[in-house]
């Protein structure tokens, strides 16, 4: 039986550029207001960075005074090929 990993995050916004990679912290989701783009470290732990347009076209981000939640799931198609929402800074993931 395959069970939930719950990942919690932490909503970083910024007012410029993303971080690279390599600066990233686990559990730190990063949004820049300027380029309305985020990017976060995969939930299952593999390191994969994942970046995400944020937009009425894209992912939308809705605050919840401290917390955040994201919609639609997000889908890594390359990598570790996740699947997981992020709902008031929380990440559930099937656990493989």
């Not at 990993?5 to 916004?13: F, S």
């Not at 783009?37 to 995400?52: E, R, Y």
């Amino acid at each position: 039986m395959k069970t939930i990993k719950k990942v919690p995050y932490e909503l970083g916004v910024l007012p410029d550029t993303l971080p690279e990679a390599k600066d990233m912290v686990p559990g730190k989701f990063y949004f820049s207001e300027k380029f309305q783009a985020s990017s976060h470290l995969c939930p299952c732990g593999c390191g994969d960075n994942v970046f995400l347009p944020i937009g009425k076209d894209d992912w939308e981000l809705e605050r919840h005074g401290t917390t955040f939640s994201i919609s639609p799931s997000i889908l890594k198609r390359l990598g570790c090929k996740s699947h997981y929402v992020i709902k008031k800074g929380v990440a559930s993931i099937l656990e493989k």
